[in-house]
């Protein structure tokens, strides 16, 4: 483990002084932070119950009591702010830097700079499209097969329905442009939307993973086009928002109703909606990445050598099974 250099103890002094650390003696403040790993996290903001849960996760799991300093930046949704941490974590000398990045593209450069200061990086959520040598582990969803998941749902369950040769009008909400888990999800469902010639996708949006934005682009969908079918949300945040403007121009969703929704993340609100027939279906994103992050450091510091991908398991509620998730939801 490095020395942990001058400007982060400055910031743990500052930190402890409600928790009694001035009571310390000089010698065992260091001591304290020498036993340390210190972590940098740069997050890419809190636009999502998701984004929430997958800070909490990583704060729990990189705990002091766990053995960790940690350094976190929330980057507001902006690459250029995930930079400057990622610079700033790289002049404290932190031990690692984790982070999940914003789109895929434009980190080459700061990855170099972390690599030559020889601070491992580990991605996490979103991916990053550089030269895998910049970085040493990447942990999350296997977005593609989430995408593939719904689409697969959807042809089931039209087949179901004896609906499989009526024309079928598709509205799609998009996250964040150029982050991961849009391409992975947008293909995966591309990919079985492409075998059904009477599955028209009418429009994909931008709705930035966001419920304000969500309901704003649904509102204009449904200006738009006066008979859609399905609507493909890549969030739940999103799709509260879509409900809401769905519901207020007087359609309905569920079995029964004018439209079919399919929504990720399966956090707590969605899937009391999926128990109640709002969403017909929710493919699990899952966000409690943190015990994951934490064992590939442990892995590290032992010296082992780690797997450079790291999937994590996911689900997918409907009404049929939702009722045994529900009550340990935690977020
Ligand atoms: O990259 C994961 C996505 O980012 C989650 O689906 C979304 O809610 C979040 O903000």
Request: charged share 25%.
């Amino acid at each position: 483990m490095k020395r942990i250099v001058f400007g982060i103890i400055c910031g743990m002094l500052l930190l402890c002084a409600c928790a009694g650390y001035f009571d310390m003696e000089p010698e065992q403040h260091e001591n304290k932070t020498e036993d340390l790993v210190v972590v940098g996290v740069s997050q890419v903001g809190s636009e999502s119950v998701w984004r929430t849960a997958n800070t909490m996760s990583l704060q729990q799991a990189l705990s002091d009591e766990n053995g960790y300093f940690l350094l976190f930046d929330n980057a507001r949704q902006k690459q250029e702010n995930q930079i400057k941490a990622i610079r700033s974590f790289i002049s404290q000398q932190v031990d690692y830097i984790v982070f999940s990045p914003i789109t895929e593209d434009g980190w080459e450069t700061v990855l170099t700079e972390a690599k030559d200061a020889g601070i491992p990086v580990i991605l996490m959520d979103r991916q990053a499209n550089v030269d895998p040598d910049l970085y040493t582990a990447w942990v999350g969803s296997d977005f593609e097969a989430e995408g593939e998941k719904a689409g697969l749902w959807l042809e089931n369950y039209l087949r179901k329905k004896d609906r499989e040769r009526e024309e079928i009008r598709i509205v799609v909400l998009q996250g964040t442009e150029g982050a991961t888990s849009v391409i992975g999800r947008t293909n995966g469902f591309q990919k079985v939307a492409q075998k059904h010639s009477n599955w028209q996708i009418l429009e994909q949006v931008n709705g930035e993973y966001t419920t304000a934005k969500g309901k704003e682009v649904m509102q204009k969908l449904l200006e738009t086009y006066d008979d859609i079918d399905v609507v493909v949300s890549q969030n739940d945040d999103m799709t509260f928002g879509a409900l809401e403007a769905i519901h207020m121009e007087g359609y309905s969703t569920g079995e029964e109703g004018d439209m079919i929704i399919i929504s990720f993340d399966a956090v707590k609100d969605a899937l009391k909606m999926v128990e109640q027939g709002l969403i017909e279906v929710d493919i699990e994103c899952n966000p409690l990445q943190g015990e994951y992050v934490s064992e590939i450091i442990q892995a590290l510091e032992a010296g082992e050598t780690v797997d450079k991908k790291c999937f994590i398991e996911e689900n997918v509620f409907t009404k049929e099974n939702v009722g045994e998730y529900i009550d340990n939801r935690t977020y």
